[in-house]
């Protein structure tokens, strides 16, 4: 009877504002680092460590391959832990340290041979991924265990959004600048960048350790067997993860030569930060959301989304040397990304439900680890991958003139590419839509299964 009581409670408690920003902090401190990668590391890899385009776009494929083995490990460690702090929180504590330094190493630019930088940057991006990985699953994973009561999940999740967007604003608008101003070379202003944010980041996840609490601690761990079984014949997680790598493959490629299109193509490399800084335009997507679900199903939300995005993609091809019209362009994909971005871990949890109600097994470390950490890094590596191919068969060289037929090829990776990726996307989550039909059906087998106290 106490035990219910207790779980009445919480189940209604009210998370305190501070509280709700110390998980906001998780996503901004994970953005600050890992955008500042994803936006910038080709660029960074060719112009100024100076390895060949090819080189680079091989590290980064390399690196998916690993993401392979690695999201899924980071699941099953996750539903085996049990500490004091929780099953989550604690890794934030943990892997912030490693998470900072390899962040650090990465833009560190030491004096290298040809193959010596190949590998250091090899190795050094490889570890970086996997701290990522430890830094973002439990970001996800910790939602159903923060609360009870899902009008306070919501709220919590919304104040991250916001929080990751505050950390995607800073590091995409402003790295450029900050590369030039904290040193007196590149490669000195690559590593004082990376040496401020990774402190920045470290003292985030330091916060969000401290003042974040767990009030659902699992008493027995699953078993990797069981998390597996929670994947099996599990369709609509299959067709999310599928369709959350075509929308990171789409937004890595057009994010990853925003700074070769501006600079070689338009001769203003600093136009650049403008186009990060109007990413921002993910927001009025983000809020839209909560009432177009109201009306329309979330895949349809979601392909409406993705296809809104490559048509501002495609938009750009046509803009010429307008700054306005790319502006605009850019702004209007965006606002197709911030929908297409958010839905899909909304759904996520739908599909925990659904291999919950269909194999009688909760792994949601697990599934949120591949369906989030999985899809993020291997579309990211793959869309950075794709782009630094079809540079490297058009003859790009770093620093130089380019030709037209390299110009071309920098304008194609900025425009068809990821609509291409997009409407892909766009087009499979189609496949969702019947099961999606089931949402109410299965949520209400599960409350019947286990109590309302309990669910989540």
């Known amino acids: 009877m106490k035990s219910s009581l ?10 305190p504002f501070h509280r709700m920003l110390a998980y906001a902090s998780t996503d901004t401190a994970g953005n600050l680092l890992y955008t500042t990668v994803s936006t910038f590391i080709l660029y960074y890899y060719t112009d100024v460590f100076g390895i060949s385009v090819a080189a680079a776009g091989t590290i980064l494929l390399a690196a998916r391959i690993l993401d392979a083995f690695d999201a ?31 962040f650090i190493l990465m833009f560190w630019s030491p004096d290298l041979s040809t193959s010596g930088k190949f590998w250091w940057a090899l190795v050094t991006y490889l570890l970086f991924g996997i701290s990522y990985t430890g830094i973002g699953t439990p970001i996800t994973s910790i939602l159903p265990n923060l609360s009870n009561d899902s009008n306070e999940r919501i709220r919590l999740n919304s104040t991250r959004s916001i929080g990751g967007m505050i950390g995607y604003f800073i590091t995409a608008t402003f790295t450029l ?6 040193g007196s070379n590149p490669q000195s202003g690559w590593r004082n960048t990376a040496l401020i944010l ?3 980041g470290f003292a985030l996840l330091m916060f969000a350790f401290l ?9 027995k761990g699953i078993s990797i067997l069981k998390s597996i079984k929670a994947a099996k014949a599990n369709w609509p997680w299959f067709i999310l993860v599928i369709v959350f790598i075509f929308y990171w493959l789409g937004n890595a490629s057009r994010t990853s030569v925003v700074v070769y299109y501006t600079q070689y193509n338009l001769g203003h490399k600093d136009f650049a930060s403008i186009l990060n800084a ?60 911030g929908i297409s971005v958010t839905l899909p871990f909304a759904m996520l949890a739908d599909t925990v439900d659904y291999g919950e109600w269909r194999n009688g097994i909760r792994a949601s470390g697990f599934l949120t680890a591949i369906g989030s950490s999985f899809a993020i890094k291997m579309g990211s590596g793959l869309g950075g991958w794709a782009p630094s191919m079809v540079l490297a068969h058009a003859g790009y060289k770093a620093g130089a003139v380019q030709n037209a037929g390299v110009l071309s090829a ?46 989540g």
Request: aromatic share 16%; charged share 15%; proline share 3%.
């Open 211 to 219: 003042d974040t609490r767990e009030i659902n601690k699992p008493k």
């Open 198 to 200: 990774a402190v920045i």
């Open 177 to 182: 600048s900050f590369a030039a101003f904290f």
């Open 278 to 337: 109007l990413v921002m335009f993910q927001i009025i997507g983000m809020v839209a959301i909560p009432f177009l679900v109201k009306k329309f199903r979330k895949s349809y939300i979601l392909m409406a989304g993705m296809f809104l995005a490559a048509f501002g993609q495609i938009l750009i091809s046509f803009t010429g040397n307008s700054f306005i019209g790319l502006s605009l362009a850019w702004a209007l994909a965006s606002v197709g990304t």
């Open 6 to 15: 207790g779980s009445a409670i919480n189940s209604k408690a009210k998370i």
């Open 410 to 455: 920098i304008k194609f990776s900025i425009s068809w590419l990821p609509a291409i990726f997009f409407i892909i996307g766009g087009l499979l989550i189609l496949l969702y839509v019947r099961f999606e039909r089931k949402e109410k059906t299965i949520r209400t087998t599960l409350i019947e299964r286990r109590g309302e106290l309990n669910e």
């Open 72 to 102: 899924q490990i980071w699941g099953f460690i996750i539903d085996h832990t049990h500490t004091k702090w929780g099953q989550s929180r604690p890794y934030w504590l943990w892997m912030a340290f490693p998470f900072a330094i390899f």
